[in-house]
């Protein structure tokens, strides 16, 4: 397996610092934002852009699993938020958006919660048809639609903590 790299660990940076400026600016005038990361993959990148937002914000997680052997593209929470999202407003956090059913689940299951507002914030997005009418608010980057690995990113749980994002040739 050799890997290339796609987005360098100063691309990231610089990208990442744009993002949380942009998020930051929109939501100025809310008392708070909460940012709902999506285990495992997501941990890296919203440490990061966590740290570079400017305005009230509070960190929470969720793990979905989608099942295996499908085709409904039915995902399954295995770990759920640990407050009540009534009321505030929500920023989803993920790594990727590849065939996007996760984030559509996501989302619609935040929303039935009664949240002011819920949003999609990704690091890349793959393109890909399927992917392309997923309503992406803040993405970093669209990428080929190829294996990705690092910032987050796994392969059978290798790689995740790899500083950059690198394509994976198997
Ligand atoms: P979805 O197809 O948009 O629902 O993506 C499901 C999940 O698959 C993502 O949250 C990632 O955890 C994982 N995934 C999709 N593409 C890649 C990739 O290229 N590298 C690593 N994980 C991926
Ligand atoms: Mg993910």
Redesign the pocket.
């Known amino acids: 397996m050799t890997l290339s790299v796609l987005i360098d660990e100063a691309t990231i940076a610089r990208r990442v610092k744009e993002m949380a400026a942009e998020i930051s600016r929109d939501y100025a005038d809310q008392e708070e934002l909460v940012l709902v990361g ?1 285990l495992r ?1 997501a941990f890296i990148f919203l440490a990061d852009l966590a740290r570079r937002l400017t305005i009230p914000r509070r960190v929470e997680f969720v793990a979905l699993q ?1 099942y295996q052997g499908t085709t409904s593209g039915a995902v399954r929470v295995l770990m759920d938020l640990e407050s009540d999202i009534r009321g505030k407003h929500v920023l989803i956090v ?10 559509r689940y996501l989302m619609e299951n935040l929303k039935a919660r009664g949240p002011a507002s819920v949003r999609i914030c990704t690091f890349v997005r ?1 393109q890909r048809r399927e ?1 392309a009418d997923i309503d992406v608010d803040y993405l970093g980057m669209e990428i080929p639609d190829a ?3 690092g910032y987050g ?3 059978n749980d290798q790689y995740r903590t790899l500083p950059y994002v690198a394509k994976l040739e198997i």
């Open positions: 999506v993959g989608s993920e790594d990727i958006v590849d065939s996007g059913r996760t984030v793959k992917s294996w990705v690995v990113l796994d392969y």
